[in-house]
């Protein structure tokens, strides 16, 4: 299947064992910059989590497939970007297919000898605050790395977030079936929490109407367990806009865990697609009542946001 005038294909970067990390961006004339809002989505930070690869990947087709047949999807596409990089961490997830199916991490080779780096603790915000969030034991499943983005596959992340001016992200897990939003590092309000709650519940409202699960939606900190250096805070302290983690079915480890069947792909992607409209539609909405001045603002904190580095601009 090939789109190439509503699609295109990069390279971010590549993984430890050098793989690439690659991004789809989907919209009208890809190859342009164009002044647009733009979604991302992000799949497999954890190895064994495979639903998170088949669901944004099948967004994806989804969206192509039906782009000329479907007016909304067309409207939706042509008036802003979705960029997915569905396989974040290609060697692990290899090493959880061929090796160890429960693989959670990277592949890093650390000092004491064992491997990985917990992906999802190695962003730079709020990064190691406390050892409840994430571990300094390199042995451990949520090891956070002897530095914030010292793993190349986080950097890809990193840097693509630097060159693209994103409205709101999703960065999707496994399992239980929620939509999380910041903090995750502390069980605190964001300054914005009454929108993201919002936006969680509309979505988990339009999910519910698919098959009838009902997503659980909430801060990250009060739902799961405490993280630090997690995806979602960084993209919230760092660019000031909307970003969720949503965690894919089976809802426990008696339904099946991380071993999902092969008929969730089709079921939890239908599920998953009306969120990702809704999230799509209100950027657009969003961007489109925000006048030019707001934008040029956005625009040089982004390119003054560090990203990088251990100043923790806590809210
Ligand atoms: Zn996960």
């Known amino acids: 299947m090939n789109y190439p005038s509503i699609a295109r294909l990069s390279i971010l970067g590549q993984s430890l064992e050098k793989r690439n990390i690659y991004a789809l961006k989907i919209s009208d004339h890809p190859g342009q910059r164009e002044d647009e809002p733009r979604l991302a989505l992000l799949g497999c930070h954890h190895a064994r989590e495979w639903i998170s690869v088949e669901v944004p990947l099948q967004i994806a087709a989804y969206l192509l497939k039906n782009y000329a047949r479907d007016e909304r999807i067309k409207t939706i596409v042509d008036s802003s970007e979705i960029w997915l990089v569905p396989l974040i961490n290609p060697d692990g997830l290899d090493y959880s297919i061929i090796n160890y199916r429960l693989w959670r991490k990277n592949r890093r080779l650390n000092l004491d000898g064992s491997f990985g780096v917990d992906l999802n603790r190695n962003y730079s915000f709020a990064w190691g605050i406390d050892d409840s969030g994430s571990s300094p034991h390199p042995a451990s499943e949520t090891y956070r790395g002897r530095q914030p983005f010292s793993e190349p596959e986080t950097r890809a992340i990193r840097d693509l977030f630097q060159q693209v001016n994103f409205s709101a992200a999703i960065s999707y897990h496994s399992f239980s079936a929620s939509i999380l939003y910041p903090w995750s590092y502390a069980d605190l309000p964001a300054e914005q929490e009454p929108l993201f709650q919002q936006l969680a519940a509309d979505m988990a409202r339009l999910m519910s109407e698919v098959n009838g699960r009902i997503y659980y939606t909430g801060r990250a900190a009060s739902s799961l367990y ?11 302290a760092f660019f000031n806009i909307p970003a969720f983690t949503i965690e894919l079915p089976p809802v426990d480890l008696q339904e099946g865990g991380f071993f999902n069947s092969e008929q969730d792909i089709q079921s939890l ?21 925000q006048d030019k001045s707001l934008k040029l603002e956005r625009k040089n904190q982004l390119e003054k946001a560090p990203g990088n580095g251990l100043k923790n601009k806590r809210k």
């Open 226 to 236: 405490l993280t630090n250096g997690d995806f979602i805070d960084w993209v919230y």
């Open 269 to 289: 992607t239908a599920e998953n697609l009306p969120a990702v409209i809704y999230l799509l539609e209100w950027a657009i909405s969003t961007d489109s009542n």
